[in-house]
T-cell receptor, first 115, second 113 residues
């Protein structure tokens, strides 16, 4: 157990639907990062939040959004889902905004299958 | 923009063989470098990292990596692999004092007994 908790572990949904992925960072970590891992694209950085505020943005589609709540957990919302959104979505956390000396701690991921 | 290249997509070795996985990055400034490992069905785990100092970095499970600044490389090595090293290996780079960790596409390592 890495200390980063992601729920659900698996999600199967239909095209056009909306889902919410949840991430609880490791205790004491203020930053949360979201990554999408697909077979053809590898690990793509989506977005980062630090202490409730958006800090960095990567290749995140407009159909996707995220937020970090006062208790530091984060949610990634994916809407108007397409088949190509099927992937493993990882959350990672770190103490500071720059990852610090320890790098990131990753959760086990949520496997999203869009049918 | 930063990018990371891992040229070996799939490596197959027998136990006790030596391993070297290539990683090259593109960024002109100071970088922090990482290798992560993802065992089947598990989350990414940090193998080793380079921030400054000795360019030869030793990590967990007998892995090491050498930072060669002039070549923009951070290759991962292990003298003798084991079956339990079967996993996917990701190189990652972060520009100094930034937040984004940029990953390579990964190298799948299969070790046969």
């Amino acid at each position: 157990d890495s200390g980063v908790t992601q729920t659900p572990k698996h999600l199967i949904t239909a095209t056009g639907q909306r889902v919410t992925l949840r991430c609880s960072p490791r205790s004491g970590d203020l930053s949360v990062y979201w990554y999408q891992q697909s077979l053809d694209q590898g690990l793509q950085f989506l977005i980062q939040y630090y202490n409730g505020e958006e800090r960095a943005k990567g290749n995140i589609l407009e159909r996707f959004s995220a937020q970090q709540f006062p208790d530091l957990h984060s949610e990634l919302n994916l809407s108007s889902l397409e088949l190509g959104d099927s992937a493993l979505y990882f959350c990672a956390s770190s103490v500071g905004s720059g990852g610090g000396q320890s790098g990131y701690t990753f959760g086990s991921g949520t496997r999203l299958t869009v049918v | 923009a930063q990018s990371v290249s891992q040229h070996n997509h799939h490596v197959i070795l027998s136990e006790a063989a030596s391993l070297e996985l290539g990683c090259n990055y593109s960024y002109g400034g100071t970088v922090n470098l990482f290798w992560y490992v993802q065992y089947p069905g598990q989350h990414l785990q940090l193998l080793l990292k380079y921030f400054s100092g000795d360019p030869l970095v030793k990590g967990i499970k007998g892995f090491e990596a050498e930072f060669i600044k002039s070549k923009f490389s951070f290759n991962l090595r292990k003298p003798s692999v084991q079956w339990s090293d079967t996993a996917e290996y990701f190189c990652a780079v972060r520009a100094y004092n930034t937040d984004k960790l940029i990953f390579g596409t990964g190298t799948r390592l299969q070790v046969f007994p």
